[in-house]
């Protein structure tokens, strides 16, 4: 059984989020989202439009996603690797690089992020309205 990971703080879900979890889910049998606490966000300078919960809520209905655990500090990926026995960490390339000194540990792969939706986009969008 591949034990896949992912971490974001996955706000008002759009298509770049579902292509990720999609192909992340691809790499293995199980998929763990680890989405940002509300805590993380703001260490993070991100403003969630929804709660952790709400984040949650969404997440747990995404049919690529097992499991969603919190993420609370950037640290604690190495001991989610160990906790969850996870062997593959799946990120977006705009974090390429970012990860490798979990090469040890499990494979690090970063795919290319879904060009021309974000969750910044979406706002912006909505304020022209
Ligand atoms: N993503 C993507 N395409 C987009 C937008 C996002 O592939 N158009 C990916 C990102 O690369 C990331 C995941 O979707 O892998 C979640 O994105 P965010 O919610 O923006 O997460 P981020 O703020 O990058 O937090 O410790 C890691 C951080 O928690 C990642």
Not at 15 to 28: D, Q, W
Not at 101 to 107: I, Q, R, V
């Amino acid at each position: 059984m591949t034990r896949v990971i992912t971490y974001g703080t996955f706000d008002i879900l759009h298509t770049g989020h579902i292509n990720l979890l999609k192909r992340a889910s691809e790499y293995g049998d199980y998929l763990i989202a680890a989405i940002s606490s509300d805590e993380f966000n703001a260490v993070k300078n991100k403003e969630a439009y929804y709660t952790f919960e709400q984040r949650k809520v969404i997440l747990e209905a995404v049919r690529f996603v097992d499991e969603v655990i919190p993420e609370d500090t950037w640290e604690q990926k190495l001991e989610d690797i160990k906790k969850y026995h996870i062997d593959i960490l799946v990120m977006g390339d705009d974090w390429k690089g970012k990860f490798d000194y979990l090469n040890d540990y499990c494979e690090v792969i970063y795919l290319p992020r879904t060009v021309g939706i974000s969750t910044t986009k979406i706002k912006s969008d909505l304020n022209r309205l």
